[in-house]
């Protein structure tokens, strides 16, 4: 029954890795879609020898262990194989070194299923194999070296062949605390001094490590030795007392070594040092949140963008490959090998080999919880490895020691246990630790499933922009389908083209460095293809490929002829630009001075990251600034019908300086006509008295000053809804109200729409393969600014002569930085598309805007 069973189940693991490797062979067409195409062949030399070896394990565990576990072997295998095909994955060179590894590892597993039953020689040799252990250990410090060439010299070897005493140490320590304990088996924890080997030996131990600085390790080494008493004496209070002091070793660690500190805090809040010291963690997480459910296929995630994803970070590479199922499979298959360390330690025919097996089982779980919560945030990470599945062949070595002792253990032929009075600690350890490898699997779904989608949308998620090399991305249309960006090339070479850069504080980018910005950002499901397509669609490219359908094509209202001129007219200068359809709010410009090029940000990025200019600022929507002396065409046609006397005196003095009206007037007597256009102070200053606070309160609401305008772009914070100066003073915007370029055209908008403020509209329309073109709907409704008719009266004080538009300037006043508004729109009675739009120059120049404005209005009046 046991041999038929060991065969079942190894024939199972084999069947999986087969298909696990199957994967990895077709991978490269799945991803490219192209046949034929270059396959992997090389992890088949891997499988073939892991496959050799776990045959000849079970050939010889049937013939010298007749009555051992039937589980040990097959979850050892499975473990270890699936590994192997990971790391070969990852790193063929390192897959290559592990397939030795494991070829080596399991002759030793053979030849020790010889060993006498009773293990009595690992009893006998305690101080010996310790004391060895250590002195090895010892000699890093001396002669200590490290295979990569840089960080904790934790090896021994040349030539390519390495050892980290480390790894062995912990089993040795396991041993040793078996037999010694089992040497004192009526001890007590107080009243004698049979403790004082233990600590002695395990104090050494911590020391050496402390100095290597192998703080992950030491952990362990304090755990094993806390469970190892706690199994011998049955006293939970060993346990608590070693919970406390890793917790003040952590606590006096964060304030006086500086690596403690920064893993705290890495584990504490990686978020704030996203490119450094977080880096690792939150490349961790985002890989697992890829994965999702089913993961994204064998060979088809990007578990390289994880640093040391052979090693310390395998179970991300695994979970972003197998999904929240592989995962949870692997850890299963963990829990698995535990539970049977300990149903094989109640069973033991003596007391050494009880509390050795519990030993290695609790070292087996500790490792595999401590290195899985740390890739998932769980705990702080210690950089160990994952047992039987992370490259290193010390670790592997130490694995199948483990592995074998159990099998040795558990070939229990008299069939009848030692004697066990209190069973309970087994059985509680047993539960702890199956708790610590279940509290991983509910962390490893939060950010699977839970956090993933929200952690997949971070702009330093590289994983989206190397997607888009293998599924074409959505272009970005003009409203007469000219494109704006556009992606061209072939399947694993596709390549975002910015058709037309000066637009990128808008569209944005997307690029594996930088990430994301502008549209590119918030359009990203359609362009990527998650929405819009399907649900059947995405699910089944996802099933298949690994990967979403193609993108879907979005139209913006943007008119790019309309644009060039736009971006033409401001030039060099800073500044910002919005023109708007006033009937429907369908932005036809919008421009931000100064941009920059997409296309470039890999050679030239950090540079545009420090330049004092912000080009990436999109000024349009995301900078506000005092309106100055520009609301006057507001406040005018809010009081039309209740003008108060025009002041004698246009300017006023605000600051100790004197602030004058844009241009000298050219008629002897000023009118409210030339007070409005021109932004006189004095002007704006009476209306907004005549106003009143509630009355200046409410019209801003209408205009939209107090409202976010929704455009799918991330926006500027609006001004606090208060008014704590007098009106005329609020009026001037000398109340710390600021507003967008965008939020002025909008409501410049309402004056040549009859009174009604349209809702903004920036996207138009998705291209569906069901559907064609759907209409995308603003997020936002037209608002109602002043009653019909109002506003056609008012608008005849600010016609500019005989051309078919109205205009008014204004500027901020006396202040340390000096800008210029400029608002226009066409009239009314214009038969053709209405128009309005915004001009903010981050200079004193009302001229220059002026000219750009009448020029755009012009350009848009005549199409």
């Keep these: 029954m046991t041999d038929r069973l060991q065969n079942r189940l190894l024939i199972l693991a084999g069947g999986m890795l087969f298909l696990y490797a199957l994967g990895l062979t077709l991978s490269p067409a799945v991803q490219t879609r192209l046949w034929p195409t270059a396959l992997r062949w090389t992890h088949w030399l891997a499988l073939a020898g892991w496959a050799l070896i776990f045959a000849l394990a079970n050939q010889q565990t049937q013939q010298w262990l007749a009555d051992r576990d039937p589980y040990i072997l097959p979850a050892t295998a499975l473990l270890s194989g ?53 002195l090895l250990t010892a000699l890093t410090l001396v002669l200590g070296t490290n295979p990569a060439g840089i960080g904790p010299r934790l090896w021994l070897g040349c030539c ?34 049979f403790l004082t080997p233990t600590f002695v030996l395990s104090g050494t131990a911590l020391i050496l490590l402390l100095v290597q600085r192998d703080l992950g390790t030491a952990s362990i080494f304090i755990c094993l030795q806390a469970a190892m008493l706690y199994l011998a004496t049955g006293k939970k209070r060993v346990l608590f007392f070693s919970a406390a002091t890793l917790f003040l070793a952590g606590v006096v660690g964060y304030f006086f070594v500086d690596i403690v500190r920064l893993r705290l805090n890495a584990w504490l809040d990686p978020w704030t040092d996203p490119a450094g010291s977080g880096y690792q963690i939150i490349q961790s997480l985002l890989a697992v949140a890829n994965g999702g459910i089913l993961g994204r296929g064998p060979g088809l995630g990007s578990p390289g963008l994880v640093p040391v994803a052979h090693s310390d970070f395998i179970f991300a ?25 300990f149903h094989i330690a109640l069973r033991a ?67 009848t246990p030692a004697p066990l009075n209190h069973p309970k600690p087994y059985v509680l350890l047993n539960s702890l630790l199956l708790l610590g490898i279940g509290a991983s699997m509910l962390v490893n779904g939060w950010w699977a499933v839970v956090r993933g989608p929200d952690l997949l949308t971070r702009t330093d998620n590289p994983r989206r922009a190397l997607a888009d090399r293998y599924v074409r991305r959505g272009s970005l249309l003009d409203r007469n389908g000219s494109g704006i960006t556009v992606t061209r090339g ?32 918030s359009l990203d499901p359609y362009l990527r293809g998650l929405e819009g397509n399907p649900a059947r669609l995405i699910w089944w490219h996802h099933l298949l490929y690994g990967q979403p359908p193609p993108g879907l094509d979005v139209r913006l209202s943007i008119d790019l002829k309309l644009q060039k001129r736009a971006d033409e007219l401001l030039g060099k200068h800073s ?100 007070a409005a256009q021109n932004g006189c102070p004095a002007a704006v200053h009476a209306l907004g008295s005549q106003i009143g606070t509630g009355g200046l309160l409410s019209l801003y609401d209408r205009l939209g000053f107090y409202t976010v305008p929704q455009v799918r772009l991330p926006a500027a914070a609006v001004s606090e809804r208060q008014i704590k100066t007098t009106p005329g003073t609020a009026a001037l915007g000398l109340n710390g109200l600021k507003i967008s370029p965008l939020q002025m055209a909008l409501a410049a908008a309402a004056l040549s729409n009859d009174g009604l403020r349209p809702a903004p509209h920036l996207v138009l329309a998705v291209n569906t393969p069901e559907q064609g073109w759907v ?64 001009v903010l120059l981050e200079e004193d120049n009302p001229y220059l805007a002026e000219y750009i404005g009448q020029a755009v209005l012009q350009a848009a009046l005549n199409q």
């Design 349 to 415: 025919s003596g007391h050494f080999r009880r509390l050795l097996a519990g030993g290695l089982s609790t070292y087996l779980a500790i490792q595999a919880i401590l290195i899985v919560g740390g890739t998932l945030r769980l705990l702080p990470l210690t950089g160990i490895t994952l047992p039987f599945v992370s490259y290193g062949g010390t670790s592997l070595l130490s694995g199948f020691l483990a592995a074998l002792f159990l099998l040795i253990i558990s070939n229990n032929e008299e069939n």
């Design 82 to 134: 699936w590994g192997l095909l990971t790391v070969w994955r990852l790193s063929p060179s390192f897959g290559l070194r592990q397939t030795i590894w494991i070829g080596f590892a399991g002759l030793v597993l053979i030849a020790g299923l010889r060993l006498p039953a009773t293990l009595d020689f690992l009893r006998r040799y305690k101080y010996v194999l310790l004391t060895g252990g250590l």
């Design 490 to 521: 072939q399947t694993g070479s596709f390549r975002r083209v910015y058709l037309y850069p000066q637009l990128a504080p808008v569209v944005g980018y997307t690029q594996p460095t930088y990430g994301q910005a502008g549209l590119e950002a």
């Design 160 to 193: 390519g062949i390495y050892i980290q005493p480390s790894e062995p140490l912990k089993l040795l320590l396991v041993i040793y605390l078996a037999a010694y304990l089992a040497d004192h088996p009526n001890a007590r924890l107080r009243g004698s001094g």
């Design 775 to 838: 209409v995308l709907p603003p997020s936002q409704e037209a608002v109602r600014v002043y009653p019909a008719g109002a506003a056609q009266d008012a608008i005849k004080t600010l016609i500019n002569g005989e051309q078919p538009y109205w205009q008014a300037g204004g500027r901020s006043l006396p202040a340390k930085e000096a800008y210029t508004w400029y608002v226009g729109g066409s009239l009314p009675n214009w038969q053709g598309v209405p128009v309005a739009v915004a």
């Design 317 to 341: 590479a695994i979970a972003e490959e197998t999904g929240l199922l592989g995962s949870s499979a692997l850890l299963a298959t963990m829990a698995l090998l535990v539970t049977r360390g």
């Design 575 to 674: 500044g910002a630009l919005v023109l708007v359809n006033a009937a429907n709010g369908e932005i036809l410009a919008m421009a931000s001075h100064p941009t920059y090029n997409p296309g470039v940000l890999e050679s030239i990025g950090q540079e545009l990251l420090s330049a004092k200019d912000s080009p990436f600022l999109n000024r349009a929507v995301q900078s506000t600034y005092p309106p100055g002396t520009a609301l006057g065409p507001f406040l005018l046609t809010a009081t039309y019908n209740d003008l108060p006397a025009l002041p004698s005196s246009l300017w006023l003095r605000i600051n100790g300086a004197q602030a004058d009206c844009l241009h000298p007037p050219s008629e002897a007597a000023p009118t409210w006509n030339y």
